[in-house]
């Protein structure tokens, strides 16, 4: 398995998946790099793409308020593969940051050429909206 496969199969909405479906994701998977200091995303804008952090740190900020550290192994952006909702949330680069993208356009292709994946996308969400509800309903 490729680096880039190894990342992608440790993200919750993939790490089900088959190997020839992470082979699938990984042609259109793109390095994109960052530098200290700039703004990866505004919230309220379009949500164009998912990202995962393999090098660096950046911070989630809503309304102002920093919410969340995201570094090496972590993502954010994921429901935008999914939806076309406006971000709920700003993302900024402390540090130089490498991530490995995946932008929705590429992402609703590979899902139109493939409904192979897409059927086990659709397992793999579904799974994870039972342990959502499990864990909701046991608090």
């Given at each position: 398995?490729?680096?880039?496969m190894?990342a992608?199969?440790?993200?919750p909405?993939?790490?089900?998946?088959?190997k020839?479906?992470?082979?699938?994701?990984?042609?259109?998977?793109r390095?994109?790099n960052?530098?200290a200091?700039d703004?990866i995303?505004?919230?309220?804008?379009e949500?164009?793409?998912?990202?995962?952090v393999?090098?660096?740190t950046v911070?989630v900020?809503?309304?102002?308020?920093?919410?969340?550290k995201?570094?090496d192994?972590?993502f954010?952006g994921e429901?935008?593969l999914?939806?076309n909702?406006r971000?709920s949330?700003t993302?900024k680069?402390?540090?130089?940051v490498?991530c490995?993208?995946?932008?929705?356009?590429d992402?609703?292709?590979?899902?139109?050429n493939n409904?192979?994946?897409?059927?086990?996308?659709?397992?793999?969400?579904s799974?994870?909206?039972r342990?959502?509800d499990?864990?909701?309903?046991?608090t």
């Amino acid at each position: 398995m490729t680096a880039t496969m190894d990342a992608l199969s440790a993200v919750p909405m993939f790490r089900d998946l088959p190997k020839k479906s992470l082979e699938r994701i990984e042609k259109f998977a793109r390095q994109r790099n960052f530098q200290a200091g700039d703004t990866i995303f505004k919230e309220g804008e379009e949500g164009v793409g998912f990202f995962l952090v393999t090098n660096g740190t950046v911070s989630v900020t809503r309304g102002g308020t920093e919410i969340a550290k995201v570094r090496d192994g972590g993502f954010f952006g994921e429901m935008a593969l999914l939806d076309n909702h406006r971000r709920s949330a700003t993302v900024k680069a402390d540090s130089n940051v490498e991530c490995i993208a995946l932008m929705r356009s590429d992402f609703l292709a590979e899902l139109r050429n493939n409904p192979d994946l897409a059927v086990e996308m659709l397992s793999v969400l579904s799974a994870r909206v039972r342990e959502l509800d499990e864990k909701v309903s046991h608090t």
